[in-house]
């Protein structure tokens, strides 16, 4: 006969852990998912494309073990009814032959690291509506050709998350939140991982020499079209980032313009009022909210301008790399010249 008080600890164990949930500290994925995203992407390159990520929450890891593609189709079609019913199929095909079939988040290519956008953010919430924890895997097939594999994995940060459901990113609320613009993605690690079988089978299939095309095409001393490109956007965010500053500062003037007219109108009605007492008058209120000068006026978004700052960082994150492997090489060749 089971223990009462042993079952009622158990119960009350469980409830704890479904209340409090460890972090997240790793996404692991499988070998095959991983090529399958980076054969998508690099076939429709450079245009983005998107698919699904399947897999299992499992305490601090969200294990990604397979996903698929998003059906690429025109404009004038019906996206988001044909969309999902294209989702539904498949994960109703992949359950029949017993596949994870669970919604861990999805991914998409982008060009160059373009990709914190609105849309992103706008996609991250109407997946956590129905997901508790998902990520979104960013894959570059542009930064691939530079030798190195582009793969991030982002989540939204919890206290963005609560001030984006608030539609309420004036300064003041930042200040409170602490939030700046770093603080929007969280990028989380990616662990690569294969079964034994696998493994002793790629073993089998690895060639005698190591050295292989790849290698070579890493050993190129020309990064010009990479650096000129991410230049080319890093100009583009710096003007969008000017037009921000430019609305702020439109705010901040209507401010100013908008307390000098009250000031001048609060000195008429004082001086009216005191005319009303020596007449014996009842004094006129100070404030009037049926004037206009005394309607408030609505500060901009600050949203737009944080990921502009985080695309930006990034711009610049990438052409830091770029021109330091760059200077490697050309040290690297010199040498060789010299010896």
């Known amino acids: 006969m089971a223990n009462p008080a042993t079952g009622r600890s158990f119960l009350q164990a469980m409830t704890s852990v479904e209340e409090v949930a460890p972090p997240l500290r790793v996404v692991q994925m499988e070998g095959l998912a991983v090529l399958k ?123 963005f998350m609560d001030l984006y459901r608030s539609n309420n990113f004036n300064g003041e609320k930042l200040r409170e939140k602490k939030l700046s613009w770093v603080n929007v993605f969280e990028e989380i690690p990616i662990k690569v991982s294969n079964s034994a079988l696998i493994s002793a089978f790629m073993t089998e299939l690895e060639p005698d020499s190591p050295v292989t095309q790849c290698d070579f ?61 020596a007449a014996g008058e009842e004094p006129l209120p100070e404030e009037d909210p049926s004037n206009p000068i005394f309607k408030p006026i609505v500060e901009p978004s600050r949203l737009d301008s944080y990921l502009i700052t985080n695309q930006i960082s990034n711009y610049c994150n990438q052409v830091n790399g770029a021109a330091g492997q760059g200077f490697s090489k050309l040290y690297l060749m010199k040498a060789l010249h010299e010896n």
């Open 217 to 277: 095409d890493r050993l190129k001393l020309s990064s010009a079209p990479f650096m000129e490109r991410n230049l080319e956007f890093l100009i583009e965010c710096m003007d969008d980032l000017t037009a921000e500053q430019n609305k702020f500062q439109y705010y901040y003037r209507n401010i100013s313009r908008q307390q000098a007219q009250q000031q001048v109108w609060l000195q008429k009605r004082r001086q009216e009022n005191m005319q009303r007492k």
């Open 37 to 159: 995203i980076i054969k998508h992407c690099k076939e429709f390159s450079p245009a983005l494309v998107t698919g699904q990520l399947l897999g299992l929450d499992v305490g601090s890891v969200l294990e990604v073990t397979n996903c698929f593609p998003f059906p690429t189709r025109e404009e004038d079609e019906e996206l988001e009814a044909d969309g999902a019913n294209y989702q539904l199929e498949m994960m109703r095909c992949l359950r029949e032959v017993n596949v994870d079939n669970n919604t861990v988040g999805w991914y998409q290519s982008t060009l160059l690291g373009s990709f914190q956008t609105a849309e992103l953010i706008e996609t991250f919430m109407n997946y956590q509506e129905n997901i508790r924890r998902c990520v979104c895997i960013i894959y570059d097939p542009s930064r691939s050709n530079q030798g190195v594999v582009a793969l991030k994995a982002l989540r939204l940060s919890d206290s």
